[in-house]
């Protein structure tokens, strides 16, 4: 079952990469540096899902206490920290050509950092405390008191003048994108979910392992 | 507007190593796992010697 979802991820990566690359038409204003976005947008996606995952697992774990839930935000955490790095790392690289600096303090990307160093706290709290049970009751409030960072980066852009653009996807109403550069990027939304259910599962299940060896 | 290839060369080379290095991570770690846990598993079966079960004459 592993096997067969890392193959389907890597045709869906592979898929994804052909539609950034081959099939999406070069940006007129911003030229191919905008493929970028093909990147950028989906790592932001599996990071906001992959700390929802958290929100959702944390609650089950202080509601009935199950370490399976506590496996799942453990993992979905971890590969959500890894995903905001690549966003953070991706818009800086796209954020050089385009705004002529690689970083500025504005609000989303102020708080996107924020979002970054609350989850990281999140996985060395649970290094930090010995007692396993005390640290995953501690790691549970903490997953979801993070959680309410997450629209406040998603909607940063609204609420505060910021340098970076609107959301161009993820946003009510009708879109302004061209069809195929949407396309392209619901492949690689696609893609990325793919690989992120792959890492969380294959973490989770790593987890249990370290647990059943030190037992 | 200048493409700047070099740019977009860096994000997905980035984003490669960087999602290769992970899945490596957790590739050899569970293998460690599952080889310490095999060994363990081996060590806790009760030896079965034939000779201590043979009765003495």
Do not use: C
């Amino acid at each position: 079952m592993r096997r067969l979802l890392g193959g389907v991820t890597l045709v869906g990566l592979l898929a994804g990469l052909v539609m950034g690359f081959g099939i999406a038409p070069r940006e007129t204003t911003q030229g191919n540096v905008q493929r970028i976005m093909y990147l950028h947008v989906p790592s932001v996606w599996v990071a906001y899902l992959a700390f929802g995952v958290v929100l959702v697992a944390s609650i089950a774990y202080l509601v009935r206490r199950a370490e399976s839930a506590d496996r799942l935000a453990h993992a979905s955490a971890e590969v959500g920290v890894l995903f905001t790095g690549l966003t953070i790392a991706t818009g800086s690289i796209w954020g050089k050509p385009t705004w002529g600096t690689w970083w500025t303090w504005d609000a989303r990307l102020t708080s996107v950092s924020i979002l970054f160093v609350m989850y990281l706290g999140y996985l060395l709290l649970r290094g930090m405390v010995d007692d396993r049970e005390r640290g995953a009751r501690f790691a549970a409030v903490l997953g979801i008191v993070a959680a309410f960072n997450i629209p406040l980066v998603h909607f940063s852009v609204y609420w505060w003048r910021t340098l970076h653009q609107p959301p161009s996807l993820m946003k009510p109403g009708p879109g302004t994108m061209p069809g195929i550069i949407v396309a392209a990027l619901l492949v690689n939304f696609a893609a990325f979910t793919l690989l992120y259910v792959y890492f969380v599962t294959r973490r989770a299940r790593l987890l249990r392992l370290e647990t059943e060896a030190e037992a | 507007m200048r493409d700047n290839w070099g740019f977009v060369l860096a994000a997905y080379g980035l984003a490669a190593v960087v999602l290769i290095a992970y899945w490596r991570f957790l590739f050899r770690r569970e293998k460690e796992l599952e080889d310490a846990t095999a060994i363990r598993h081996d060590l806790r079966q009760p030896s079965r010697n034939p000779a201590s079960e043979r009765p003495s004459p």
